[in-house]
């Protein structure tokens, strides 16, 4: 199910990409798309709907209140000053919406590709481990016996 409208996607996306612009090489999380991982886990989350119904409505309020113009008609610095008061007056939505921000822009696989990151499952290939010290169990062992057999 999705949660927003188009119109709420296309803010999303502005949004997202003051959040993590594109640069070096790397796209913003709004044109890479970070805005339907958000829009996911809304679905999840009755809460969440509503802090983020409140939170994008007063983005726009904000705006208008600060420049006379709807978010996406600002400058990128004015937008920065936008999201800079959505933050302040706004802690929670703003804590959330960077959260999944950053959760939905860093496990993406071009973005981790260009992070020279290997896109894949940590198993069954695993990581490399130091080879284990079986002197580190020296203490452990000296204990009363904490548990049972199963």
């Known amino acids: 199910m999705k949660f927003f409208s ?11 990409d ?3 612009p594109p640069g070096d090489g790397f796209p913003g999380a709004g044109e890479l798309g970070v805005a339907e991982h958000v829009d996911a886990v809304l679905s999840r989350s009755p809460r969440l709907v509503r802090l ?6 007063a983005i726009e309020q904000i705006s208008l209140g600060m420049f006379s113009q709807e978010f996406s008609a600002v400058t990128n610095p004015q937008k920065v000053e936008v ?14 919406l960077a959260r999944h921000t950053y959760a939905g822009y860093y496990v993406d696989p071009r973005v981790v590709r260009l992070l020279g990151l290997e896109v894949r499952p940590p198993q069954p290939q695993g990581y490399e481990l130091e080879a284990f010290d079986p002197r580190l169990l020296k203490n452990v062992k000296k204990r009363v016996k904490l548990w049972r057999d199963a």
């Open 83 to 96: 999201l800079k008061k959505v933050e302040a007056d706004h802690g929670d939505f703003f804590h959330h």
């Open 6 to 16: 188009q119109a709420q996607s296309s803010l999303m996306a502005e949004v997202l």
């Open 52 to 57: 983020f119904s409140d939170g994008l409505l």
């Open 18 to 20: 003051q959040i993590v």
